[in-house]
C-alpha cells in the first residue's frame, strides 16, 4: 500500500471549515484514499474515503486532485468534538489491513 | 449491535505473566485485526485474520500469538509479558467486501512492570 504524508498538526477556528491535506504521491490506480480519526485515545472512527471522485457525506468531503497523488479532508464547520488526530491512509482494494501512518493533530479553538 | 467489544479495558502485569486480550464482533465480520499503539505513534498491525481458521503476521508480531476458532472472536495472546509490550491495543474487524470501512473496538490499555 501506498505511503502518506500529512502535517504534524494543525488549529481550526470553531465553525470554520477544517482542510486536512494528505499527500499519496505513489498511489496506484487501484489504491482508495480512507480517512479515520481517534478522539482521545478512543478507537479509531471510519470517516469517508473515495477513489477518484469527490466524495461527500454527513461528517465530511472528500476532495481528490485529478492525477490522485494528493487529497483533502474538509469538515466544513468544525466544533470543539472534531478536535481529534486525522489519518489518511491509502489501501487497495486486494490490501487485507490498514497502514497507519502519524496522522494529523487537529486543535479545534473556540 | 454492540460491534466491536475488547475486554478488559485496562490491565496491569508483572513481567512474565501471560495473559489473553479478548476481541468479539457481532457484524460477521470476516477480517479482524490487532493493532497497538504507543503513545504517540500511530497504530501498528500485530496480527490479522481473513476468516475463521487464518491468521497471519502483521508489522510487529513478536512475543503475541492469535487463533481464530470462529467468525465472531480473535484473541490475542501474550505469551510472557515484557514492559516494551507496555500499549493500547485495538482490535478491529471489516467484512470481506472490498472497499468497506473497518470498525475499531474501544482498546486495551495494557502495563507491564
Known amino acids: 500500500d501506498a505511503k502518506t504524508t500529512q502535517p504534524t498538526s494543525m488549529d481550526c477556528a470553531e465553525g470554520r471549515a477544517a482542510n486536512l491535506p494528505c499527500n499519496h504521491s505513489?498511489?496506484?490506480?487501484?489504491?482508495?484514499v480512507y480517512w479515520y480519526r481517534q478522539i482521545h485515545s478512543q478507537g479509531p472512527q471510519y470517516i469517508i474515503h473515495?477513489?477518484?471522485n469527490n466524495e461527500t457525506n454527513e461528517m465530511a468531503s472528500l476532495i481528490i486532485t485529478e492525477d490522485r497523488k494528493s487529497s483533502t479532508l474538509i469538515l466544513p464547520h468544525a466544533t470543539l468534538r472534531d478536535t481529534a488526530v486525522y489519518y489518511c491512509?491509502?489501501?487497495?482494494?486486494?490490501?487485507?489491513?490498514?497502514?497507519f501512518g502519524g496522522g494529523t493533530r487537529l486543535m479545534v479553538k473556540p | 449491535n454492540a460491534g466491536v467489544t475488547q475486554t478488559p479495558k485496562f490491565q496491569v502485569l508483572k513481567t512474565g505473566q501471560s495473559m489473553t486480550l479478548q476481541c468479539a464482533q457481532d457484524?460477521?465480520?470476516?477480517?479482524m485485526s490487532w493493532y497497538r499503539q504507543d503513545p504517540g505513534m500511530g497504530l501498528r498491525l500485530i496480527h490479522y485474520?481473513?476468516?475463521?481458521?487464518?491468521?497471519d503476521q502483521g508489522e510487529v508480531p513478536n512475543g503475541y500469538n492469535v487463533s481464530r476458532s470462529t467468525t465472531e472472536d480473535f484473541p490475542l495472546r501474550l505469551l510472557s509479558a515484557a514492559p516494551s509490550q507496555t500499549s493500547v491495543y485495538f482490535c478491529?474487524?471489516?467484512?470481506?467486501?472490498?472497499?468497506?470501512?473497518?470498525?475499531f473496538g474501544q482498546g486495551t490499555r495494557l502495563t507491564v512492570v
Open positions: 457484524m460477521n465480520h470476516e477480517y
Open positions: 473515495g477513489l477518484k
Open positions: 491512509i491509502v489501501r487497495s482494494n486486494a490490501g487485507n489491513m490498514l497502514t
Open positions: 505513489t498511489i496506484s490506480g487501484n489504491e482508495y
Open positions: 485474520s481473513v476468516g475463521a481458521g487464518i491468521t
Open positions: 478491529a474487524s471489516r467484512p470481506r467486501e472490498a472497499n468497506t470501512e473497518a470498525f
